[in-house]
């Protein structure tokens, strides 16, 4: 008879709940690295740990003990990650000189894949409307314990006590944390119409559109499909854009690439359609990775993109460095765009 060992028991128990622990710790941090970082020590803890575990709770909820508590101690020597929409008015000056800012801890998309838990759809569906990039963002104006509090709230539905008692507050101190957190959170929260959802057949060819006429740089034919107070954000850039005329300018006056110089391919990133774009290399033609757009559609429009220049982002999706050098393989991508969202 096999002998079960302290560590295969383990990993064999807690495995099933890493996506859903990378979801927690990046609704945290705010940050895809940091989450996966968190989640590691967070194990290590509790593997460290796991012998004494007496089961007076479920496991799953003892994991996020001790996966909230190892992201409040990493929050104390951090700063808030925003988007450039948190750091001030839009820019009226679409052709002046962008302003770089590699100091910001920039905000983080994050790979569908990673935390798409098992089959369940309701448990997709969930979990994606608590991913999605603008409550994300709106979640770091909120203080470390109130964004824990909130969390465990209303997305994982702890009762009022079991927060206090993680918290290590009264119950009354913890549902004051959570009424300020909701009230704060109602002043920059995202509209009900941009909430996540499976891709309607409208949606998927106006995206299709947006592919071809962002390959051919026709800035025309983009600003149509916008809406009329569409954002567009690109960090670590710190100005960012309203509106499909100021989007059309940045779009056909800082972006370096020509016509047919772009390529896109499809993924999903909190909960929302994505792009992987590749600009292509002048002197070898080859198209490699530019930057990383996530889409915000409300019904058949968009109206927001936020274009992450972190490279390392490709990685962290899956997304090869180099554009595929077959054009079939390419449009056979981009016909999975239904099922990568």
């Known amino acids: 008879?096999?002998?079960?060992?302290?560590?295969?028991?383990?990993?064999?128990?807690?495995?099933?709940?890493?996506?859903?622990?990378?979801?927690?710790?990046?609704?945290?941090?705010?940050?895809?690295?940091?989450?996966?970082?968190?989640?590691?020590?967070?194990?290590?803890?509790?593997?460290?740990?796991?012998?004494?575990?007496?089961?007076?709770?479920?496991?799953?909820?003892?994991?996020?003990?001790?996966?909230?508590?190892?992201?409040?101690?990493?929050?104390?020597?951090?700063?808030?990650?925003?988007?450039?929409?948190?750091?001030?008015g839009p820019s009226e000056e679409p052709e002046g000189d962008l302003d770089v800012r590699h100091e910001v801890p920039w905000l983080e998309p994050i790979p569908d894949s990673s935390v798409d838990a098992g089959n369940d759809p309701a448990a997709v569906v969930t979990s994606r409307e608590s991913l999605r990039l603008a409550l994300i963002a709106a979640l770091q104006h909120l203080p470390p314990r109130q964004r824990a509090v909130l969390l465990l709230r209303d997305v994982l539905r702890w009762r009022a006590a079991e927060v206090a008692d993680l918290l290590d507050v009264s119950t009354a101190a913890a549902n004051s944390m959570l009424q300020r957190a909701r009230a704060q959170l109602a002043k920059v929260t995202p509209s009900e119409d941009t909430k996540p959802g499976p891709i309607s057949a409208e949606q998927r060819k106006m995206l299709e559109k947006y592919v071809e006429a962002f390959e051919r740089k026709d800035v025309t034919a983009l600003v149509e499909l916008f809406t009329s107070d569409a954002v567009w954000e690109m960090p670590p850039f710190a100005a960012w854009f309203q509106g499909p005329a100021a989007i059309g300018t940045v779009i056909a006056t800082q972006c370096p690439a020509g016509s047919d110089d772009l390529r896109l391919l499809p993924t999903a990133a909190n909960g929302q359609p994505a792009f992987g774009v590749y600009m292509r290399d002048g002197t070898d033609g080859t198209y490699r990775k530019f930057q990383l757009q996530v889409l915000t559609l409300t019904g058949g429009t968009v109206s927001h993109v936020a274009a992450f220049f972190d490279l390392s982002l490709f990685e962290v999706f899956g997304l090869p460095e180099v554009y595929p050098g077959d054009e079939r393989t390419g449009r056979d991508s981009r016909e999975s765009l239904a099922a990568r969202s």
């Open 1 to 88: 008879m096999a002998v079960v060992t302290h560590d295969q028991d383990f990993t064999s128990a807690t495995n099933p709940f890493r996506p859903e622990l990378l979801a927690h710790c990046y609704r945290m941090l705010g940050s895809i690295h940091e989450a996966e970082d968190l989640v590691q020590e967070t194990y290590l803890r509790a593997w460290r740990s796991y012998d004494a575990f007496e089961g007076r709770s479920s496991l799953r909820t003892w994991l996020y003990r001790i996966a909230t508590n190892t992201c409040l101690t990493a929050l104390e020597s951090r700063n808030r990650r925003p988007m450039p929409t948190g750091l001030g």
